[in-house]
Structures are given as structure tokens and as C-alpha cells.
């Protein structure tokens, strides 16, 4: 039994980022993590780094014009809020905004946080100018990726204790929310037996203690439920088809959503639990950290993408522009899993994986590695993939590549050569001649006119059966979980409300376990870069809010 001003539940990036402004601001913390010390920053240490920033000098160095008018327009037609309980999902969404056009760069500046020159352009939509996807590349690497991130504020956080101002409590499982007079005033739990395990693997739950913490207010940043497949059925909307019986799991087993549950059972409004981002270009990893690890395919957009009965996906269902889209369309096929068709050629230019440990080059600061990216040649990454990967098929001709894909399968479907070939000798067609009804081709064509992309990212327009881009590859593609975008509802401040809008005393949320922001700030979709993004932005605020009310 201890007190304290503060307990923050989670030592992810959202409860880093709490921990440390609160710390900074002179409030006693208690930090406190289920998991061993060596996960500390959680989800954000595994990731690419990715940070959506609007009119940066990024992006204006490489010609891309930008502005928050058009971030907005972007965020909102991907948004689509169409609730009652969107009020404050959707201020979250224009405060993150203005942070994101605004002094977010220079804040993490500030902080040691540096940024890869060339900018990404994930989910391109290829909708109308209001519908989903970003209308310009705002994509932006840390150079550190995941963990060049997550260090400054773990760096704060050290410091802190050093100071006596915070103290770090792993292995500490927190199970219940104390409520006293109506408020929160502090957390009981489990303390678990001691784990040497790696970061990412499942540890131990094996009880050896109990703990209580007493404080003025509690800030829970506990991440959401990917990492737990059965609870993402239970969750799974109808709008994106039957839930998957197969998910790889894009997080380790820790994001359980166990604090959502602790917080709902007390007492607080959460909504929006059937919004979600999964993605659907997920491969099995065949060095997996965690149970059914798998890793995503951050595509270009030159890949043929075919379902699982050789059938090319409508438009514009292309690679890169419209996860939830194709995630919806894959569940009215009757199947779980998709193909991708490309030649050597295109994968050398244009295949990266998500992650922090498949991009040595940037997680490593290693300039010379990075060079690499602009030659030629396979990524070592993906070439042990095209090594020792179970969805992979490379071969010289089509019949050998079709019969590969169905040696992965097992023919279920069995693959048809006469469909798969009709498919790809249409498209081939196409690229002959500079005039063209596929509007892939017209959307690489276009990619192309952005330097970024011309130089590390779209492979010039080609054949696929041209053999001088051999050989052919091709790629089983699995459902892969990932974010929750529903989530505890909180206010601007990040006070977390009860069912009926009124403030639940003492209880403060930021990062997944709050939709973001406000229970859901990305409505039904994302444009990328928004998830670490959501983390610092929705730290910093229920950090300094609450610092400044005590």
C-alpha cells in the first residue's frame, strides 16, 4: 500500500509521454506496466516510426504543398463521423490536427527526434477530393524509427526517478480502479512473478503478491485489443464482413485490453468499440517474437492484387490506398486471404515491412545501410522473407508461380493458370502503349511525378511477364490485427467521461485505450501516421491537464 499524486497505468508511449510532463510539472508519479521492464515503451518500440505532419520542411523540400485546410479535408472525409457520440471524437480530431500542422515537429525537435528527408504517402484513397486518403504524401520516419521515439521520453522518465519525482513498478497488474465518493482515487492489482523474458514475448501471470496505490487521479494508458484475437471477433463490425477465423497478430499478447474492461466495469463510457484498423497485406514472420507474429507489407502501388480465386480486386482497391476498404471487400469473398503478383523488379523498389527490427537501416541510424535503399537489389529484410517465408512463391514462368500458390494453400481455392494468366496478360497489355483505361497504371504513372516516390518507392511501369524484371514473386496476404480506433471517451483535457457526458472524477485516459483522443478521433479510418501521433498528442494533454488541476 503506497500513494502517491499520480498513477499511470501503462508504460507505452501515451503513459511515457503522461509520466514525463507530469513529472516535469513537479507531480509524484507511480508508473506502473504488467510487463517486464525490457518492454518498456510498448507497442511503439516495434514500429516504423511513421508521424503525420502537415506543411513540414519535409515536405515542402521535396515540392509537396500542403496545408491544414486540406489536412482537414482529408481527415474528415476519412473520418465519416456519422454518430451522437462523436462530439468529442470529432474535437479531438481538429485539435490533433492543429498539433500536427503546428508545433509538433519542433517539439520533438526539441527533444533530440529527427526525421527521414523523404516523405511517405500511405493510404492514397483514389476516391473523390472528399472521400478517404491523404491528397499529398505526409508520411514522416523518425530516423530511429519506433525506438527513436520512444527514447526521449523514456530518457524524461529516467530522469524523473532519478529525482525522486516518479517511480517505475513493472510486473505491477493492475485489476481493479479504487473509487471513493464518487472519484477515482486510486488502483489494486497483482504483482507477478519476476520475467526475464525478451521484449515482445509473452510473460509469465503467475500471482505472487498484491499491491495498492492511493493518488489524486489515475491516467490509464493500456493500449487496445489487438493482441487478443477472440476479443477482436466479439468486436468485429458487420460492415467489414464475417470475423476472421485466422488473424496474425501484429501485437504482442500484452495489448489484451484489460484496462478497457477495468475501466468500463467501474463505471466509464466507452464507445466505438467496432471501429478498428487492421490491415490486410500481413505475412506470417518466420522468426516470430510473439504467437501468430506477423508483419506487414508497406506495398508501392505497382503489385497486381488478386483474391484468393485469382480474381483481380476492383478499383480502386489498389496496394496502398484503402485498408478498410479492402479489408470490407475481402470479407464479401468468401475467403481470408489475397495475393499479391509481382516480378523482382518491383519488389526490390517497392516491398518495406513494418517494424522497427525489419528496418535496420533506419532503427540503426546507419546512414551507409541506408544507401542501400536507393541501389539495386533486394532489402535484406525482405530477401530472407523471399528466403524462409511461408507466403512467398518465386519462379520463372506463371504455370510454376501459379503452382506454387497452390502448394501454400493447399488448394483451398485451387487456383485457376486460365484466370490468374487472363489477369495478368490484361494488365501487360496495358502497359504498351502511354494511353490507358487501368487506372493502377494512370496511379503509378502518377506516383511517380513525386520525387520521393520516383526515387525509393514506385518501380517504373513494366510487364510482368517481361523476363528482364524476373523472376516472378508472389505473396499469400493474411489478415494481420493491429489498432483499436474506439475507446474510453474523454474530454479535450482528457478527463474520462461516464455514460451521459458527465466527468468520472479522477480518471484521466490517452493513447489507444482512448480511441486517441476522445473515444475515437480517427472516426472509421486512418490516414497513417496518426497512431504515434495520437499517443504523444493525447499524452501530452491528459499530462499537462491533470499537472495543472492538482
Not at 487496445?224 to 485466422?246: E, F, H, K, T, Y
Request: glycine share 14%.
Amino acid at each position: 500500500m503506497s500513494d502517491t499524486d499520480v498513477v499511470v497505468v501503462g508504460a507505452g508511449l501515451a503513459g511515457l509521454v503522461a509520466a514525463a510532463e507530469l513529472a516535469d510539472a513537479g507531480r509524484r508519479v507511480v508508473l506502473v506496466d504488467q510487463e517486464p521492464e525490457q518492454s518498456l515503451g510498448g507497442q511503439a518500440w516495434w514500429s516504423f516510426g511513421g508521424l503525420f505532419l502537415v506543411d513540414s520542411p519535409e515536405q515542402r523540400r521535396l515540392r509537396v504543398r500542403d496545408s491544414l485546410e486540406l489536412a482537414r479535408q482529408d481527415w474528415f472525409g476519412s473520418a465519416a463521423f456519422d454518430r451522437a457520440e462523436d462530439h468529442w471524437p470529432r474535437r479531438w480530431a481538429e485539435a490533433y490536427l492543429q498539433f500536427a500542422a503546428g508545433e509538433e515537429r519542433a517539439w520533438l525537435r526539441r527533444q533530440g527526434v529527427g526525421f527521414f528527408p523523404v516523405v511517405g504517402w500511405a493510404e492514397r484513397g483514389g476516391y473523390t477530393a472528399t472521400g478517404h486518403g491523404n491528397s499529398v504524401p505526409r508520411f514522416h520516419i523518425v530516423w530511429g524509427t519506433g525506438p527513436g521515439l520512444v527514447e526521449p521520453f523514456a530518457r524524461r522518465v529516467r530522469a524523473a526517478a532519478d529525482r525522486g519525482l516518479l517511480q517505475l513498478r513493472f510486473r505491477h497488474r493492475v485489476d481493479e480502479l479504487v473509487v471513493s465518493g464518487g472519484a477515482v482515487t486510486g488502483v489494486r492489482g497483482a504483482v507477478l512473478e519476476s520475467s526475464g523474458v525478451g521484449r515482445g514475448q509473452a510473460s509469465s501471470r503467475v500471482e505472487v503478491g498484491d499491491f495498492e496505490i492511493g493518488a489524486q487521479a489515475v491516467v490509464v494508458t493500456s493500449g487496445g485489443i489487438g493482441g487478443d484475437p477472440d476479443l477482436v471477433r466479439r468486436n468485429w463490425p458487420a460492415r467489414l464482413g464475417s470475423p476472421p477465423r485466422r488473424l496474425l497478430s501484429g501485437v504482442p499478447a500484452h495489448v489484451d485490453g484489460r484496462m478497457l474492461q477495468v475501466a468500463r466495469a467501474t463505471g466509464a463510457s466507452v464507445i466505438n468499440s467496432d471501429r478498428m484498423w487492421h490491415y490486410t497485406e500481413g505475412i506470417a514472420n518466420h522468426s516470430p517474437v510473439w504467437e501468430r507474429h506477423g508483419i506487414r507489407i508497406l506495398p508501392g502501388p505497382s503489385s497486381l492484387w488478386l483474391d484468393a480465386t485469382g480474381r483481380r480486386l476492383p478499383v480502386p482497391l489498389f496496394p496502398g490506398f484503402d485498408t478498410l476498404g479492402t479489408l470490407a471487400h475481402i470479407g464479401q469473398t468468401g475467403y481470408e486471404h489475397t495475393w499479391f503478383v509481382a516480378t523482382h523488379k518491383i519488389v526490390e523498389k517497392e516491398f518495406a515491412l513494418s517494424g522497427s527490427e525489419q528496418n535496420p537501416d533506419l532503427t540503426g541510424r546507419d546512414v551507409r545501410l541506408l544507401l542501400g535503399r536507393v541501389r539495386a537489389g533486394v532489402a535484406a529484410p525482405v530477401q530472407a522473407f523471399l528466403d524462409k517465408g511461408e507466403d512467398f512463391v518465386v519462379a520463372w514462368t506463371l504455370p510454376e508461380l501459379v503452382a506454387g500458390m497452390n502448394r501454400i494453400t493447399g488448394g483451398t481455392p485451387e487456383l485457376d493458370l486460365a484466370t490468374v494468366e487472363a489477369e495478368v496478360v490484361a494488365r501487360d497489355r496495358e502497359v504498351a502503349h502511354p494511353f490507358t483505361k487501368d487506372l493502377q497504371l494512370t496511379a503509378i504513372r502518377g506516383a511517380r511525378s513525386y520525387l520521393g516516390d520516383k526515387l525509393i518507392r514506385v518501380a517504373p511501369p513494366h510487364r510482368l511477364l517481361d523476363p528482364e524484371a524476373g523472376p516472378l514473386v508472389a505473396v499469400r496476404l493474411n489478415l494481420i490485427t493491429r489498432k483499436t480506433l474506439g475507446g474510453l471517451e474523454t474530454d479535450l483535457s482528457g478527463r474520462v467521461l461516464q455514460p451521459g457526458g458527465e466527468v468520472f472524477p479522477g480518471l484521466y485516459a490517452a493513447g489507444e485505450v482512448a480511441g486517441f483522443g476522445g473515444g475515437g478521433m480517427h472516426g472509421y479510418r486512418s490516414l497513417e501516421g496518426t497512431f504515434l501521433g495520437g499517443c504523444l498528442f493525447s499524452g501530452r494533454v491528459a499530462g499537462r491537464a491533470l499537472a495543472a488541476a492538482l
